[in-house]
């Protein structure tokens, strides 16, 4: 059973960083494309990040540059480092898993977190 755990949300100041984990069990990165999403109330959760076993990456407009996706695939982790954090950037942040395939956060994943809150305050 794929199980994924997020962690490191918080509270930020707008221009601060941060630095979200995820810990997966159940799954293999080998074959599995991982990827970051957020989701604030009202709105359609949207795709911020991905990345391929091979490290192969993709980043959504608005975070590109300032956001970075990695992950150790000894350990079965996954992290998004956030810098110059937005207001616009809170939300609850996912993480996912889709198996197999090509990789890219706007297609459609099928094992999700429970998500982490992140708030950046002006």
């Known amino acids: 059973q794929v199980q994924l755990v997020e962690s490191g949300g918080g509270s930020v100041q707008a221009g601060g960083s941060l630095r979200l984990s995820c810990v997966a069990s159940g799954l293999t990165f080998r074959r599995y494309c991982m990827g970051w999403f957020r989701q604030t109330p009202g709105k359609e959760r949207e795709g911020v990040a991905s990345?391929?076993?091979?490290?192969?990456?993709t980043y959504a407009d608005s975070v590109k540059g300032r956001f970075t996706i990695s992950q150790d695939n000894a350990k079965n982790t996954l992290d998004l480092q956030m810098n110059s954090l937005k207001p616009e950037d809170t939300a609850m942040y996912y993480c996912a898993a889709r198996w197999g395939g090509d990789c890219d956060y706007t297609l459609s994943f099928r094992h999700w977190g429970q998500g982490t809150q992140l708030t950046v305050s002006s």
């Open positions: 990345i391929d076993y091979d490290g192969s990456t």
